[in-house]
Structure formats: structure tokens, C-alpha cells
């Protein structure tokens, strides 16, 4: 029942990273850094205290408590996280968006999922799985089955994606064919896909902080389980460092590009697009907010991190096809994108068996 909860709230929370994107869509006559700063606000700095505020009583004294050097690595870690956001774009700049996304997701999917075994095997902590008991283990075999299926749903998804540039877009390709640079592209990728997974490091950095809050909680609710907000507390420190990143980068665009009227230009729909911003940050938000939940019942391994990404991939695509982004193509193209997604549910099932045993 646990792994079953455990495998609904990553859904949930994979299903707001897919879609944050769309309400910026509604968001007219602004640069990218001006709408995407405005979300990141939300996303990192306004909802994650108000939400820690909802659930955790005297969250505050938590992170007051916290020692200097978790507060300090919890930070970093959002800090190269963040540096990990910014080279994504860069990455599908130089790849396009089929293979740009599938190199950056597959790496942040593998990483995410199999260095925090490897670091615990190096150095054993107390109540943590390393990868030697994975690979020793029945259901730790099965869950780095399914990470390499996963891995494996992503190219075919992926090669899909290629199959379909080259059928809808042979005109707009000539465009892009001056910028498609694979050994740049990979390289960025790689970095991008590595720094994106340093989220899940920074939950294992902040899992002091966590503790405190369960145990408190449990002393109030005895016979309960885990508390399922209990990574709330964490995410705030975390995600300052992603907002550090990601402020710098914007207000170093707005100033290059000459964009910071955004902001108060009434000849753009003001209200809408400071609407449609912050409803994209929340909405991003929403996937931290139930990957702790998810977490609090599979654990912060290879399982919940496999799980989350396999969402986003899935709702991501789905939105593909709700947008009839694949009208046109061909039934071979179809047929291998479909696979793709099949194979990436296949991993899914099998990393949540795993887990369950």
C-alpha cells in the first residue's frame, strides 16, 4: 500500500512538472527571462515557505536549529541545480528538443537515481541503501531494471522525436542546421542532466532538517508512518539556491536585452501575464511539494527519483499530443513514439515492484 501511495504522489507531482509550462504560454509580449524570473519567485521563494507554513508548525525554529554546514550544503546543492536549469536550454538550443530532451533527461534520470547507492556505498550512513545492497538484493535488482528500461524508453522516445523533425519540420530545419552542433550539444547536455540531479542530492543534504520535523510530528501522531510533508522544511533552503542561479542569469538578461520594462509596460496585458507567471511557478512548485510526499513512502532512492522523471516524460508527451504536435506524421514515426512511452510505463511498473519488495 505504501509503494502503491508512494507511486500515485510522484505521478502527481511529475504531472505539475510536465504541465508548469502551460500557463506560460498565455503570457504575451514579455522575454522569456521577465516571465521566467516571475514564476521562479513563486516556484522558489513565496510558495515553499507558505506551504512549509500550512504543514509544519514552527518550521522556522527547524531551520534556525539546523546546523551551518546542512544549511550550507543544502544551498549549494540548489545552487549547481539551478546551474543545471539554466545549460538545459542550451543544450536543446544546440540538439533540438527531441534529442536535447532525451540526453538531458536520461542523464538526470540515471544520475539522480544511481549516485546516492554509489555515494553511500563509499561512505555507509545509517539506514541508507547502497548500491552494493541493490545489486545484492531482489527488489534493488529490479529497481536498477527498470532504471535501465527507463533509460532505454527515453532514446526510443527520443529517436521518435528525431523521426518527427525531420518529417514536419524539413523547412524550419534549415534554420537550426547553422546552430546543430552534437559534440557542444552533448557536452552541455551532460552537464546539464548531471547539475539537474543535484535536487535529489540537496534533499539528501537537508534530511536533518526533514528528520526533525517527522520526529516531530510522529510524537504527535504515533502509529501514523512517516509524515508525508516532512521534506517541506528542506525545500526551502534548497530552493533559495535555485533562485540565486536562476536571478542572476535573468537580471543579467534583462539588462543585456533591455527588458526590464516588462514589468510595468502597460501596452502588454499586465494582470494576465502576472497571473499566468505565478500560476506556472506554483504549478512547478506542486511537483516538489508531492515528490516529498512520494518520497516520505518509497524513500529517496532510486525508486522515487526514477518515478518523478518518468512522469514528466509521460505528461510532457501527452501534452504533445493534446497540442497535435504529432499530426502528419508518419505511422512509422507514430508507432516508435508510442513504444517509447509504453516502454517508459514498463519501467515504471517494474521500479515500483521493486521497491514494494
Not at 220 to 233: R, T
Not at 269 to 285: D, I, Q, R
Amino acid at each position: 500500500m505504501q509503494a502503491l501511495l508512494g507511486i500515485l504522489f510522484h505521478s502527481i507531482g511529475g504531472f505539475a512538472s510536465g504541465s508548469f509550462y502551460m500557463p506560460f504560454k498565455k503570457v504575451k509580449n514579455w522575454a522569456w527571462e521577465s516571465y521566467w524570473i516571475i514564476g521562479g519567485l513563486f516556484s522558489w521563494l513565496i510558495v515553499p515557505p507558505i506551504a512549509a507554513w500550512i504543514t509544519i508548525p514552527g518550521f522556522a525554529d527547524i531551520i534556525s536549529a539546523a546546523s551551518f554546514d546542512v544549511l550550507t550544503i543544502t544551498f549549494v546543492m540548489g545552487l549547481i541545480w539551478g546551474i543545471g536549469g539554466l545549460t538545459y536550454g542550451l543544450g536543446v538550443r544546440y540538439l533540438g528538443m527531441s534529442l536535447g530532451n532525451s540526453v538531458i533527461l536520461g542523464f538526470c534520470s540515471a544520475f539522480g537515481a544511481l549516485v546516492p547507492p554509489i555515494y553511500y556505498s563509499i561512505i555507509p550512513t545509517a539506514g541508507k541503501i547502497s548500491f552494493i545492497h541493490m545489486l545484492s538484493n531482489p527488489g534493488g535488482q529490479l529497481v536498477l531494471l527498470g532504471v535501465v528500461i527507463c533509460l532505454t524508453g527515453i532514446a526510443i522516445s527520443g529517436k521518435a522525436g528525431m523521426m518527427k523533425e525531420k518529417e514536419i519540420t524539413a523547412e524550419a530545419s534549415q534554420a537550426s542546421v547553422e546552430e546543430f552542433s552534437l559534440i557542444k550539444g552533448l557536452i552541455i547536455a551532460v552537464i546539464s542532466g548531471i547539475l539537474s540531479a543535484f535536487f535529489n542530492y540537496g534533499i539528501e543534504a537537508g534530511k536533518p532538517m526533514a528528520i526533525v520535523a517527522n520526529e516531530a510530528w510522529k510524537s504527535i501522531n504515533p502509529n501514523q508512518g512517516e509524515f508525508l510533508f516532512q521534506n517541506n522544511v528542506t525545500y526551502i533552503i534548497l530552493l533559495w539556491g535555485g533562485l540565486t542561479t536562476n536571478l542572476i542569469w535573468c537580471m543579467i538578461l534583462n539588462f543585456r536585452n533591455k527588458t526590464f520594462g516588462d514589468y510595468t509596460n502597460k501596452k502588454t496585458p499586465l494582470l494576465n501575464n502576472y497571473f499566468f507567471a505565478a500560476l506556472a511557478g506554483t504549478v512547478w512548485f506542486m511537483q516538489f511539494f508531492f515528490y516529498g510526499m512520494g518520497e516520505s513512502k518509497l524513500g529517496n532512492g532510486a525508486s522515487s527519483w526514477i518515478l518523478h522523471m518518468s512522469t514528466i516524460i509521460l505528461t510532457a508527451n501527452m501534452w504533445g499530443l493534446y497540442n497535435k504536435e504529432w499530426r502528419g506524421v508518419s505511422k512509422r514515426t507514430f508507432r516508435t513514439f508510442v513504444i517509447g512511452i509504453s516502454v517508459i510505463l514498463l519501467s515504471v511498473a517494474i521500479v515500483g515492484i521493486g521497491n514494494s519488495l
